[in-house]
């Protein structure tokens, strides 16, 4: 599916704000060379104005891309087709083009999936599921929990409680509600999706103030080292996982969809790692 003039390479990018600390180009970038492909990835730190048409000008160029904070809502209406996975929660991470059309895909939902099938035995208690944030990526993590991890009871807590309304009303399901305070709920699993900890300084809850603390913390952000969420949990002695796993994973989703074929084996987790390291 990669074009371009003859001798280029096809470019891809992820757009975003913040966009600095992404290890999404170190981990394609790294996919591309190892399965000979004339491609190169970048990072775009984009406004919301800027976000749709950019992604349409980089698929009808013959690359893709991805797309994170805060934009993954916001380009849905700039795609020609969508995939169900978008369809179903209204955001896209995943752009490429196709006999001439922009489509989008969400990796997040199989990445996040993945994850939770990896750090969830069963028949572990889940339930109920404190999910935090309720933007592009709470969309797919509550997509995945509500039709592929079976979730049973799931406690929704956003910063602005009218978008976490909205969501809930869009996605009408009773397995589903609103927590206006964190504190009041005793969750056996929290899986935080706001982009509070990106910045490795502040975690979005304390756990210890729970009614009960949880089994498990998943935590989507990531960085050089342990999350400020993740480290709490380890304070405490609870599980806890961070993003770079769904990282490799969403990412491996969308080197397939843009080129037919999974990425060489691999090669993306070793690329986070060695990209880890060298974070600031
Ligand atoms: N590891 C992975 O593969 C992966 C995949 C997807 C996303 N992510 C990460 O998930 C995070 C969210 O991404 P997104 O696409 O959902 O972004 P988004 O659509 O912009 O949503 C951001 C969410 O964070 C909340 N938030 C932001 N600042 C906050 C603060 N100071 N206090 C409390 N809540 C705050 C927002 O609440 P309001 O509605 O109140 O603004 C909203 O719920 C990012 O860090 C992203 O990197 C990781």
Redesign the pocket.
């Known amino acids: 599916m990669t074009g371009g003039p003859r001798g280029s390479r096809a470019l891809y990018a992820i757009l ?1 704000d913040p966009v600095a ?2 290890l999404s180009p170190a981990i394609h970038n790294a996919a591309f060379s190892a399965a000979g492909r004339r491609a190169r990835y970048v990072a775009r730190r984009v406004s919301a104005d800027e976000c749709g048409e950019l992604m349409r000008a980089l698929a009808m160029g013959g690359g893709g891309g991805n797309v ?6 916001r380009v849905v209406p700039f795609l020609d087709r969508r995939t169900r996975a978008v369809a179903a929660t209204g ?1 896209c ?1 995943t752009f490429w083009a196709q006999g001439g059309e922009v489509w989008g895909d969400n990796t ?1 939902v199989e ?2 999936m993945g994850i939770w099938q990896s750090a969830v035995s069963p028949p572990a208690d889940t339930s109920p599921v404190l999910v ?9 993590v509550l997509h995945a929990l509500l039709h592929s991890a079976g979730a049973s009871v799931i406690l929704m807590w ?3 409680a009218s ?2 309304h909205r969501l809930l009303d869009e996605l009408d399901d009773e397995r589903l509600r609103h927590v206006h305070d964190w504190r009041a709920t005793a969750p056996a699993v929290v899986v ?7 910045r490795g300084r ?1 975690a ?1 809850i304390d756990l210890e103030a729970l009614a009960t603390p949880p089994h498990l913390v998943m935590d ?3 960085g050089k080292s342990a999350t400020p969420l993740c480290r709490q949990a380890g304070r405490l002695g609870i599980a806890s996982v ?6 490799v ?3 491996e989703a969308s080197h397939a969809r843009w080129f037919g074929q999974a990425p060489p084996r691999g090669v993306m987790g070793r690329a986070l790692e060695a990209a880890s390291r060298g974070l600031g």
Request: hydrophobic fraction near 35%; glycine fraction near 16%; proline fraction near 4%.
């Open positions: 975003g600390h992404s994170t904070v805060p934009h993954k809502e955001a991470n997040d990445g996040f935090l944030g309720a933007g592009g990526a709470a969309r797919a956003n910063r602005t978008r976490a935080n999706t706001t982009s509070v900890g990106i502040h979005p989507l952000v990531y961070d993003g770079r796993g769904m990282l994973l969403q990412a």
